[in-house]
């Protein structure tokens, strides 16, 4: 992943309210369409000029080419807030993140994250290397909201039943394991558009936790059609398990792999 830098010149005078309005407005759009991850956009003021730091898929993820028409909606609109069009510099490669995906389609892709990912949920089924949303056609209402606010939400409950202190972790845990949970169900159909959208075949990663013992794991059978799923051999050491009727991959209980 890359660190950019937004640079916000004014051209007139202008208020902190309405910057802040016009440059969030414009993170949001961003974020809604893959080209910068995570949550935080801290906006430091300096003379006549506003920075903004965020963190991108790729080099050339804040390309106009890679724009939502949300997106080109913001930036028209920053100059209510007397700002010009940002200028857009490349901070450098930020070791944290993982690379982005190669440019080729994948013969696969899955749906697939965790609390402490902040990358695209789209994964090649090759390399389970994050694919940027924004590569995609829009997936739902002109860009992908719908995916990021889907990962939002499945990191939520991830964290919630990771750190296993409250009343809300049985409730958290059934939304990542079940497939009669709105998490599910809404990340289900995600997947089947993004499969439509691209002609690529787009599982679902379903959560597994728990369970009685290593043997009863590999017995397990897929929760949607009750067919054989288990995999010779695991694929990037997660997903042990793949139906391609029902477009599933599952994990063997970590519990029980221990
Ligand atoms: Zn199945």
């Not at 010009?84 to 993140?97: A, E, M, Q, T, Y």
């Not at 889907?150 to 750190?163: H, V």
């Not at 050491?237 to 994990?251: A, E, G, P, Q, W």
């Amino acid at each position: 992943m890359i660190v950019a830098e937004l640079q916000f010149e004014c051209f007139d005078n202008t208020t902190v309210s309405a910057v802040d309005k016009g440059v969030n407005g414009l993170m949001e759009a961003l974020r809604y369409n893959g080209q910068i991850l995570g949550r935080e956009f801290p906006i430091v003021m300096g003379d006549g000029v506003f920075y903004v730091r965020a963190v991108c898929p790729e080099e050339e993820s804040l390309h106009p080419d890679n724009h939502s028409d949300y997106v080109n909606v913001c930036i028209k609109a920053l100059s209510e807030a007397s700002l010009l069009s940002p200028k857009i510099r490349l901070v450098g490669r930020d070791l944290n993140s993982e690379e982005a995906a190669e440019q080729e389609a994948p013969n696969w892709q899955v749906l697939y994250t965790t609390y402490v990912h902040t990358c695209s949920p789209l994964r090649s089924g090759e390399t389970l290397l994050p694919i940027p949303l924004y590569r995609n056609p829009a997936t739902l209402n002109g860009d992908h909201k719908a995916v990021i606010k889907w990962q939002t939400e499945w990191q939520a409950c991830d964290e919630l039943q990771m750190a296993g202190g409250c009343k809300a972790e049985h409730a958290a845990l059934a939304e990542i394991t079940q497939i009669d949970s709105d998490l599910f169900r809404r990340g289900w159909d995600i997947r089947g558009r993004i499969e439509y959208l691209t002609q690529i075949p787009t599982y679902y990663y379903l959560y597994r936790v728990g369970g009685k013992g290593l043997k009863e794991e590999r017995e397990r059978r897929c929760p949607k059609c009750d067919g054989e799923w288990l995999l010779d051999n695991p694929l990037h050491d997660v997903f042990y398990f793949k139906c391609d009727k029902c477009r599933i991959v599952s994990n063997i209980s970590w519990d029980q792999l221990k």
